[in-house]
């Protein structure tokens, strides 16, 4: 089941996607803009924003996203509620969950990563009430209060560290004996008088009062990896910082990515590559191509980025054929 070609499909709407859509439809590209299986993107589960510009006052994640998703549809994009399944960059379609496909001749990438996490019920309960994958993003909700961190890699680490110079103090934890980190990071934690470490033990359990509007987090079960001893820590915030995952799977193998999946562009690009060529008409914008720094003004940054490359490649295309 095959629709007619498009000549712009923006795959995602979070920042990247909403953005990218919103310049592409004001430069007459009549782009189409598939939303995904988390309409939004992580904004959506964000609560109390208060950093992305243009806004005095604190603003909910939830709403920011439908303001940019009207703007875009405002503007003249065309917005179709489907999951992609698969993708075929050669052949340039997209297949959706109900097997539809859609032709492009020009793709935006806009996906997003997702944030992993410990599989804690108590994470769905109080997220954005004590729960937080971003310190960049809620750190400064916790200023001179306790909070923890749990992760032993770089995220945590750089999270730990970045908290520190908010937080009254903070507690990583880690369910291993070292960290992974790189080594000038831990020595930084190690020696930080804010910070606490607590080797060999996990999170049990999310303590807290589940009470929507005035409940929030109260402390964490911990237990231990090596004896299964459990103990309780009180704070006021937990930040998981295990990873993001790069939501590229559907395109696998087509296109060249890092080692944990995170797109690849030519340095100060958002043009996508396979073996090191480019791949014509195709860009990546948001998380899905950004491991560092996972901002939704910098996703919506690449946003404007890529539409603007796939207006100037789609008028050389246009030309061309003209020539």
Not at 32 to 50: A, F, H, K, S, Y
Request: aromatic fraction near 6%; glycine fraction near 12%.
């Amino acid at each position: 089941m095959s629709g007619a070609k498009h000549t712009l499909i923006i795959l995602g709407s979070g920042a990247a996607g909403c953005t990218a859509a919103i310049y592409a439809a004001r430069a007459g590209l009549n782009p189409v803009m598939i939303r995904g299986n988390q309409p939004g993107g992580q904004l959506t589960i964000t609560t109390d924003v208060e950093n992305y510009p243009g806004f005095a006052q604190t603003i909910q994640g939830p709403w920011l996203m439908e303001q940019m998703e009207a703007q875009a549809k405002h503007c003249g994009t065309e917005i179709i509620a489907d999951h992609i399944v698969a993708a075929d960059l050669q052949a340039r379609t997209l297949t959706g969950m109900g097997g539809q496909v859609y032709p492009f001749t020009s793709l935006i990438i806009a996906t997003g990563a997702s944030a992993k996490w410990l599989g804690l019920e108590g994470e769905k309960t109080y997220n954005g009430r004590g729960v937080s994958a971003c310190a960049t993003c809620d750190g400064a909700f916790y200023r001179n209060r306790d909070v923890a961190v749990v992760g032993g890699g770089n995220t945590a680490l750089e999270e730990t560290l970045y908290l520190a110079n908010i937080a009254k103090s903070v507690t990583l934890i880690h369910r291993r004996d070292t960290f992974r980190g790189e080594k000038v990071l831990q020595a930084r934690v190690l020696n930080h008088p804010k910070v606490k470490v607590i080797y060999n033990h996990t999170v049990a359990e999310i303590l807290g009062d589940p009470n929507p509007i005035t409940g929030g987090v109260t402390g964490l079960k911990l237990q231990s990896t090596v004896d299964g001893s459990t103990q309780d820590l009180s704070t006021h915030g937990l930040f998981v910082a295990i990873g993001h995952q790069p939501n590229t799977g559907i395109f696998q193998g087509q296109l060249d990515t890092d080692a944990t999946g995170y797109i690849t562009c030519p340095k100060g690009t958002v043009q996508v590559t396979q073996g090191g060529q480019a791949l014509p008409g195709i860009f990546a914008a948001g998380d899905v191509a950004d491991p560092l720094y996972r901002q939704a003004v910098t996703a919506a940054g690449m946003g404007c980025m890529a539409a603007l490359d796939a207006n100037r490649w789609l008028e050389t295309q246009l030309h061309a054929a003209a020539a």
